[in-house]
């Protein structure tokens, strides 16, 4: 990303320079898939990848939105005093909801603003680049504003427009794991009390490689919401029988009375994945902490197997990149990331083996699905935060 071409384009749209930067990264989940609404564990991690707002404050109400990734929408325009859903362009939502929620939460933002965002995030491929979106316009409007939001406050609220503004029933791990997020540490998170710890993921002789299907999947029209649907029906089957607030309650030698509970094979299969990827999230916890990235790795291959049989959310595409990673030399552990049904698979790799993970796994997926899948190599970063626009203009 040149954050200097950013410069220029903005002034190139608005005829005039940016005085603030902003930047949210996106992230990728380590281990602990579909847990997160389920009050379970993550452990996801900030990436180095994310979404680039330049601003310029203004002295009237007008809101001026525009994208470098979709330069033809132009320059969407709003008021403060009318932050109404756009139903034709559906990007702009996510920043003007929002504003729209701290406005209706009492947090004064009596200013409008020109905004140019440009994320190199592949849009749809299970990276978070809607939340990330989400956490840029979150921290711009704090700091524009001088709001005294806590970040966590500002995670929620912007869980909240994913889930009341945008309609997509999601969980809070993409905000958290964006807003949260820490150079060079991975974030444990219980989603139900909101209790985080880090752990250090020294990758001394390793890499993360980001294996994208290039099968686009968008949240809301896929079976996302199916699949927490059947969640909800199996707590509440259980709930007859013991008392547990969510399925990340529940226990894995707990598994055999809840299979005869829910007489649901279905749902017991939802339930299963639930249970024993909470149990992978705590052991990975505890053997990243220790530096047995080995052990983290056997997790990462279960994880994947589970959300293949169990959770029903990988399909061929991810199915193809993570199960052939998983037979290469050097891979320690692959597995899909993300809410599935297209998007990412995620391998750690050892450094001197990425180059032709990154050719075998090209070959074999264009072989076996038609079409070519892209890969990245992500470095851990930090989240959500204000950069400084000389030191970004500096190292480009």
Not at 264 to 270: A, E, H, P, W
Request: proline residues 2%.
């Amino acid at each position: 990303m040149n954050v200097y071409d950013l410069k220029q384009s903005f002034i190139s749209i608005f005829n005039e320079s940016p005085e603030r930067l902003f930047f949210a990264p996106g992230r990728i989940n380590l281990i602990g898939e579909h847990t997160d609404y389920n009050g379970g564990k993550v452990f996801p991690l900030a990436i180095t990848y994310g979404t680039y707002a330049y601003v310029k404050q203004r002295n009237d109400k007008k809101i001026r939105l525009a994208s470098k990734n979709f330069p033809q929408t132009g320059i969407i325009t709003a008021s403060l005093d009318e932050l109404e859903k756009n139903t034709e362009i559906e990007w702009v939502n996510y920043p003007l909801g929002v504003i729209h929620f701290l406005k209706e939460s009492g947090y004064k933002i009596n200013q409008g603003f020109d905004v140019l965002f440009e994320g190199n995030i592949p849009n749809g491929a299970g990276l978070s680049s809607s939340a990330s979106i989400e956490m840029a316009a979150g921290v711009m409007a704090k700091g524009l504003a001088g709001l005294t939001i806590s970040q966590v406050e500002l995670i929620k609220l912007c869980q909240r427009v994913e889930n009341e503004f945008i309609g997509v029933n999601s969980g809070i791990m993409d905000q958290f794991a964006i807003g949260m997020g820490k150079q060079g540490q991975a974030l444990w998170l219980d989603c139900d009390t909101l209790k985080f710890e880090y752990a250090p993921i020294e990758l001394k002789y390793e890499k993360i490689v980001i294996m994208n299907t290039n099968k686009r999947r968008e949240l809301a029209s896929s079976k996302y919401n199916e699949r927490r649907a059947e969640c909800e029906r199996a707590l509440e089957m259980i709930q007859n029988h013991v008392e547990v607030e969510s399925l990340g309650e529940l226990s894995v030698d707990q598994l055999s009375e809840v299979e005869v509970w829910l007489d649901d094979s279905l749902l017991y299969k939802r339930v299963k994945h639930v249970v024993t990827e909470n149990e992978r999230t705590k052991q990975a916890y505890v053997s990243l902490k220790a530096g047995d990235l080995d052990h983290v790795g056997q997790l990462m291959n279960a994880s994947h197997q589970s959300l293949k049989v169990d959770y029903e959310v990988t399909g061929e595409e991810l199915d193809t990149l993570a199960e052939f990673a998983q037979t290469q030399p050097g891979v320690i552990g692959a597995r899909m990331t993300g809410a599935g049904f297209g998007g990412c698979a995620i391998a750690i790799v050892k450094t001197d083996n990425v180059d032709d993970l990154i050719k075998n796994t090209r070959s074999h997926y264009q072989d076996r699905i038609g079409y070519g899948p892209d890969f990245y190599v992500a470095s851990v970063g930090d989240g959500a935060k204000e950069i400084s626009i000389k030191g970004a203009e500096q190292t480009g």
